[in-house]
């Protein structure tokens, strides 16, 4: 194509000098005519200087050489007289023609190498738009969408070609915030647009972007910011609940800077200090240190900044008016800064009132042991006078009496032998109290002792036609023999007495390995569920005509109880009103630190 335009230009340029040539020789030489004729060489070199710029110059030399060859050698060589000039003309006509267009020429090239070049950056812009994380697109200044990256295509879809505002917004005009006539015009912009379509929050950078064309676009950056801006919510909404905790903490609070300085403090610690949050701020943290603990808190400080002392100490504190304050310091460096927050407990009032606790308690231990040695005292002095109404009333019952006197004789022993047992009951559990008891361990046959038991209660059970059953395996127990005597009375003596006549009472002994269960069941009364976690408390009985006519007096279970936690063991019961009920309890086999035979 290039080669034929080039034949053609050549044939065109041949034939217009071809043409002039004859012109020449026909019109000059032939004719004679004047030189008039020349006016037409300037086809040739005007094409020539277009075409072949500055090599018109040589077109117009060889029109010269024409022209010069026809006036010399015409019959009028009197014509002869302005060739040269005008052969100079044709020659100058030729190079100015042929060095302008020769300059055109040289500005198109640089103007076609321009564009290519603006070309390649676009592209090379484009790819790298396109492996952008971010979105990308580029809007002209009429709204137009000339591009969008394949990210931004993902979420809103591909409308390059389409007027933005419309495609993106279904809006008949532009956006009232939008930056597009801004940014044409030269300014980059950053701003913040929530997607309410996607509902995701972007950060836009938009600048402006200049075209092949000369014209401005504008190039939208859009970076997803919703996971930053969730981050930011989050910690702004815990930094909040932070500063509410903080604010409204029970405990006095406050930053320390390097160790020295406070930077922070809450509601609290104005109480305890006296001084104003304003006046707080940059106070010396060492001021509200009484002197003598100066040194150690002071340490201490540094030591837990390096995480090597205990999280507490105690220290005095000194308030605005010079009050000293027992307070309870927990200290815990900030990670991250050269900064620990201190939490203060003003424990003032709290060791006034432990001071005041342990007087009081010194004082109960005092008044406690007053007590019981003045109840050992009463009870000893309570029994000394029954021994001789016990004597004398047996004495008595030998003597002939009429039946009335027996009657009453009668009623003064029961009666004396109950007050018997009542203080002797309320002098073992004040020798209890006063931890006056041991036990005389050694090491039980088990069947011996229920046998014993069942032995001395039986006169009772049989007068209530009651039958004892007993299933005792041949076990031995390091333990107290009287107490466990005292346990197991107990127990049958409450069975005997809470069941009516003909019922059975069980005494089972269970032997499991390191330790021996002992029950004693029976087929009385019961014990109302709500009863059952109280009847181990001292003088707790469960109002019943029985319990009433029996003269009871709420003391043995807790005696049993009492026996039993000597021998490192427990007790319960299980119950069923009206069918009767199971007491159980535990002794281990073996004392620890205590060997057979010793
Ligand atoms: P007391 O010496 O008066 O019997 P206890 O401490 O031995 O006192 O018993 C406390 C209460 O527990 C009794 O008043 C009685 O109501 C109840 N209780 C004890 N053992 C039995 C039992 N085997 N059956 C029914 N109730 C019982």
């Known amino acids: 194509m290039k080669i034929e335009r080039l034949n053609y230009r050549f044939l ?21 005519e004047t030189i008039v004729y020349t006016h037409f060489f300037y086809i040739p070199i005007l094409l020539a200087g277009v075409w072949y710029r500055r090599k018109a110059v040589y077109i117009a030399l060889l029109l010269s050489s024409v022209y010069i060859l ?4 015409s019959p009028q060589a009197a014509l002869s007289v302005h060739i040269f000039e005008r052969s100079a003309i044709f020659v100058a006509v030729a190079y100015v023609i042929g060095f302008v267009s020769e300059e055109r020429a040289k500005g198109e090239e640089k103007l076609k190498e321009t564009k290519e070049k603006i070309k390649e950056e676009r592209d090379k812009l484009n790819l790298i738009l396109e492996s952008m994380d971010d979105g990308v697109c580029i809007i002209s200044k009429d709204y137009k969408v000339e591009f969008m990256n394949k990210v931004l295509i993902d979420v ?8 933005c505002y419309k495609a993106f917004h279904n809006r008949d005009e532009p956006c009232p915030g939008c930056k597009n006539t801004e940014v044409v015009k030269g300014k980059t912009v950053r701003w913040e647009w929530h997607s309410r379509r996607t509902n995701r929050t972007y950060d836009l950078f938009e600048t402006p972007l200049k075209n092949i064309d000369g014209s401005i676009s504008k190039l939208t950056i859009f970076r997803d910011i919703s996971e930053q801006k969730r981050i930011e919510d989050n910690l702004r909404d815990a930094e909040e609940r932070y500063r509410v905790i903080f604010e409204h903490a029970l405990t006095a609070l406050c930053v320390i800077e390097h160790g020295k300085f406070v930077s922070l403090a809450n509601k609290e610690f104005e109480t305890l200090s006296g001084y104003s949050r304003e006046e707080i701020k940059g106070k010396k943290w060492i001021d509200f240190i009484a002197d003598e603990d100066m040194d150690r808190v002071q340490n201490y400080c540094e030591e837990r900044r390096k995480g090597e002392a205990p999280a507490c100490c105690e220290f005095k504190f000194v308030s605005r008016n010079g009050e000293i304050k027992h307070v309870n310091a927990w200290i815990e460096p900030i990670p991250g800064a050269d900064s620990c927050i201190a939490s203060l407990l003003d ?3 709290l060791k006034r009132k432990e001071e005041e606790l342990r007087e009081t308690c010194k004082r109960l231990a005092e008044l406690d042991k007053m007590k019981s040695d003045f109840l050992n005292v009463a009870y000893h002095e309570l029994r000394s006078p029954l021994a001789p109404i016990v004597g004398y009333a047996s004495m008595l019952e030998r003597c ?24 002797n009951r309320m002098l073992e559990l004040a020798r209890i109290d006063g931890k006056k008891i041991e036990l005389s361990l050694e090491w039980v046959r088990i069947p011996e002792v229920v046998s014993e038991v069942v032995k001395s209660l039986e006169p009772e059970a049989k007068e209530k036609r009651q039958k004892i059953s007993m299933s005792v ?21 409450n069975a005997i007495k809470y069941t009516p006549e003909e019922g059975k009472i069980d005494i089972n002994v269970e032997d499991r390995g390191e330790d021996i269960c002992a029950c004693v069941a029976d087929t009385g009364i019961g014990i109302p569920e709500e009863h059952l976690p109280k009847i181990f408390e001292r003088f707790y009985m469960v109002d019943t005509s029985l319990t009433r006519k029996s ?3 709420g003391l ?10 000597l021998h490192g063991g427990i007790v319960w019961a299980r119950s069923e009103v009206g069918k009767g009920s199971e007491f159980f309890f535990t002794i281990p086999k073996r004392r620890k630190a205590i060997k057979k035979g010793a």
């Open 12 to 32: 065109l340029l041949l034939s217009t000098v071809l043409a002039c040539t004859i012109l020449a020789f026909f019109v000059g030489f032939i004719r004679e």
């Open 156 to 163: 809103f879809g591909y409308h390059v070609g389409d007027i």
């Open 551 to 553: 003269g009871s007096l």
């Open 70 to 73: 026809v006036t010399l050698f």
């Open 400 to 423: 002939e009496l009429p039946d009335k006197g027996k009657r009453y004789l009668y009623n003064i022993e029961q009666s004396a032998r109950q007050l018997e047992k009542l203080i």
């Open 347 to 349: 424990m003032t009032e």
């Open 473 to 493: 395996p041949d076990i031995e127990v390091q333990a107290d023999k009287q107490k466990l005597i005292a346990i197991l009375s107990n127990l049958v003596s």
């Open 556 to 565: 043995g279970l807790s005696i049993v109880k009492e026996y039993v936690k």
